[in-house]
């Protein structure tokens, strides 16, 4: 079965183009559900790191369709240095299948190594990650299952109240169309808080589990 999540997932500052902002540090949690049964989760840290910040992304699935078991796993490292991703390691599996994506800051923008896709990309490329609200501002980005360009189409839906935990909360809401297709919410501080998408006839949905102050956003 095809990957089931976008997921999840920075390069010299001499080198990077000026940027002003910079993340907050904070960890995020969502469980993952399928046609509404919890069949995972997605764990997202960001923390100080010299000159920035370090994400680690952690994404843990397992269910079944029909009479068809899956399991994925993802793990991936990135460092930033304000919008300035630095560093990324991606390593992904699914059903035994490995993938991975890999990508370093140079003099000439950015450099991939993954699965799909060896070569060099613009110095403002992103992750697929989707922990930071600007990912939504995109035209491409790094797949970080497997290193792949991806071309990416963003619709601002509009604002919705969002229900966090108990917590009723106002989010814009986006609809991407990339390799996979998806619905995000991120909240009026920039901070992830749903994701929704449909795969091969299965509903799923993000539901975030922890607070959402301690989001880190960007």
Same mark, same amino acid.
């Given at each position: 079965?095809?990957?089931?999540?976008? #997921?999840?997932? /920075?390069?010299?500052?001499?080198? /990077?183009?000026?940027?002003?902002?910079?993340?907050?540090?904070?960890?995020?949690?969502?469980?993952?559900?399928?046609?509404?049964?919890?069949?995972?989760? @997605?764990?997202?840290?960001?923390?100080?790191?010299?000159?920035?910040?370090?994400? =680690?992304?952690?994404?843990?699935?397992?269910?079944?369709?029909?009479?068809?078991?899956?399991?994925?796993? @993802?793990?991936?490292?990135?460092?930033? &240095?304000?919008?300035?991703?630095? &560093?990324?390691?991606?390593?992904?599996?699914?059903?035994?299948? /490995?993938?991975?994506?890999?990508?370093?800051?140079?003099?000439?923008?950015?450099?991939?190594?993954?699965? #799909?896709?060896?070569?060099?990309?613009?110095?403002?490329?992103?992750?697929?990650?989707?922990?930071?609200? =600007?990912?939504?501002?995109?035209?491409?980005?790094? =797949?970080?299952?497997?290193?792949?360009?991806?071309?990416?189409?963003?619709?601002?839906?509009?604002?919705?109240?969002? =229900?966090?935990?108990?917590?009723?909360?106002? #989010?814009?809401?986006?609809?991407?169309?990339?390799?996979?297709?998806?619905?995000?919410?991120?909240?009026?501080?920039?901070?992830?808080?749903?994701?929704?998408?449909?795969?091969?006839?299965?509903?799923?949905?993000?539901?975030?589990?922890?607070?959402? /102050?301690?989001?880190?956003?960007?």
């Amino acid at each position: 079965m095809r990957s089931l999540v976008l #997921a999840a997932v /920075a390069f010299a500052a001499a080198a /990077a183009p000026a940027f002003a902002s910079q993340a907050t540090t904070g960890r995020t949690e969502f469980r993952i559900y399928m046609n509404g049964a919890p069949v995972g989760r @997605h764990v997202v840290s960001v923390t100080p790191a010299a000159g920035g910040v370090e994400a =680690d992304v952690s994404i843990d699935m397992k269910g079944r369709v029909g009479p068809f078991a899956f399991s994925y796993t @993802h793990r991936c490292e990135e460092r930033w &240095s304000g919008d300035a991703l630095q &560093s990324l390691a991606c390593t992904d599996r699914e059903n035994n299948r /490995a993938k991975s994506a890999r990508a370093t800051r140079d003099a000439g923008g950015v450099r991939v190594e993954g699965t #799909a896709f060896k070569g060099e990309a613009p110095a403002t490329i992103e992750p697929s990650s989707w922990w930071r609200s =600007d990912t939504v501002r995109q035209s491409r980005l790094i =797949d970080t299952r497997t290193g792949a360009l991806m071309p990416v189409r963003v619709t601002r839906i509009g604002t919705e109240t969002v =229900d966090v935990g108990g917590e009723r909360v106002q #989010a814009t809401r986006y609809r991407v169309r990339a390799s996979q297709d998806a619905d995000i919410w991120y909240d009026q501080a920039g901070r992830w808080v749903k994701m929704s998408f449909r795969l091969r006839g299965q509903q799923f949905e993000y539901r975030k589990v922890t607070p959402v /102050a301690s989001a880190p956003r960007a």
